[in-house]
């Protein structure tokens, strides 16, 4: 029950009470509020349906759970981590928002955003490569948005092309925080009145990952050699997916799970014929075993793959390169 109350579940709306004056009123929304159309996707434990908000008439994603299933298979947990990951990133172009939760008897809801333009791996898949300066322009928008989110103090752990979903106008949006890690919340500076960018220095050590997270294909060494995953684990799999770009498919790949994490933890990869020069350059800065030793995310930003890229809100305003 506690699930249904916390969170972002509800909708202001301005109304003019007896006396003239303009209050707000703090609305809960429900099942009854949207109405429901074709199913978009389905996931092993939800399947995500397009839905129209009745009053506004904005259109929406709305992800439905079964709640049994969910107790049954014990994935209550990455529901909680889902919501309460998405709780904290709300305020960015990059980032699947999450508009409410609610439930009924049967099933939890996630009301989210759109993203029209489905999985970029599926893009990828109907163009074969991607060319540089789509490559340029997807990958920037990625690693604004994995800075945004280690700045609010989460690791992803699996980002990979299915996870990272693309709006109506082709802008990057990630997803599926089920496996994700919060570190410790950011504290509130009253003197700014801000929220303090979390430093990776002044976090306590990260936590442990007990079992295997992520998609073998972008797992980092770390994980596989200490069970320990980091903010520098998300730039592993930012490094896989730059070369997946252009490549036309991931660096690490073997006939079985196993097979793949023995190329990873021995940095087996190889380049294809015609790969970029100065791209390959920044992959080879990020595919490092030792996690200390990757390049950070201001040295990618600075990097010469991404001359000509403008950082901050003005990257979301850019219109997507059409695609080649
Ligand atoms: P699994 O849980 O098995 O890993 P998943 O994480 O892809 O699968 P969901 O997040 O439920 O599961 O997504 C199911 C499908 O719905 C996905 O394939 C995705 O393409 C689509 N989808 C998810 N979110 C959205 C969204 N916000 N807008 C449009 N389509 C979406």
Not at 82 to 106: A, S, W
Not at 114 to 121: A, D, F, H
Not at 176 to 183: E, N
Not at 278 to 292: K, Q
């Amino acid at each position: 029950e506690d699930w249904q109350e916390r969170g972002a579940a509800v909708s202001v709306r301005q109304e003019v009470d007896a006396n003239g004056q303009t209050v707000s009123r703090y609305i809960k929304k429900g099942v009854r509020d949207f109405s429901f159309g074709n199913t978009l996707g389905e996931g092993s434990y939800s399947t995500v349906v397009f839905a129209t908000d009745r009053q506004t008439l904005k259109e929406y994603a709305i992800k439905i759970l079964d709640k049994r299933h969910i107790i049954k298979e014990r994935k209550v947990k990455y529901v909680n981590i889902e919501k309460d990951t998405l709780n904290r990133l709300t305020d960015h172009p990059g980032i699947v928002r999450l508009y409410y939760t609610f439930q009924d008897e049967q099933s939890l809801y996630f009301v989210l955003d759109l993203c029209k333009g489905g999985e970029l791996l599926g893009v990828l898949k109907r163009m074969t490569t991607f060319d540089e300066e789509c490559t340029r322009f997807y990958s920037a928008q990625i690693l604004d948005t994995i800075d945004y989110m280690h700045k609010r103090g989460v690791i992803h752990r699996d980002l990979k092309p299915e996870n990272v979903l693309l709006d109506s106008g082709m802008h990057v949006k990630i997803t599926d925080f089920g496996t994700a890690k919060m570190l410790k919340t950011p504290r509130v500076d009253s003197s700014s009145n801000g929220i303090l960018p979390l430093d990776s220095a002044e976090l306590p050590q990260e936590e442990r990952a007990s079992s295997f997270v992520g998609t073998a294909e972008y797992v980092s060494p770390e994980l596989l050699t200490d069970k320990n995953a980091c903010k520098a684990s998300d730039l592993w799999a930012f490094g896989c997916i730059i070369y997946q770009l252009l490549a036309g498919r991931p660096p690490f790949k073997a006939g079985n799970e196993y097979q793949t994490f023995q190329k990873i933890v021995a940095l087996d990869y190889e380049f294809p014929i015609g790969f970029p020069t100065v791209a390959r350059d920044l992959v080879e800065r990020l595919l490092v075993l030792e996690p200390a030793r990757r390049l950070q995310i201001e040295h990618i930003k600075n990097h010469e793959f991404f001359d000509g890229i403008t950082w901050g809100p003005d990257l979301w305003k850019q219109k997507a390169p059409r695609l080649k």
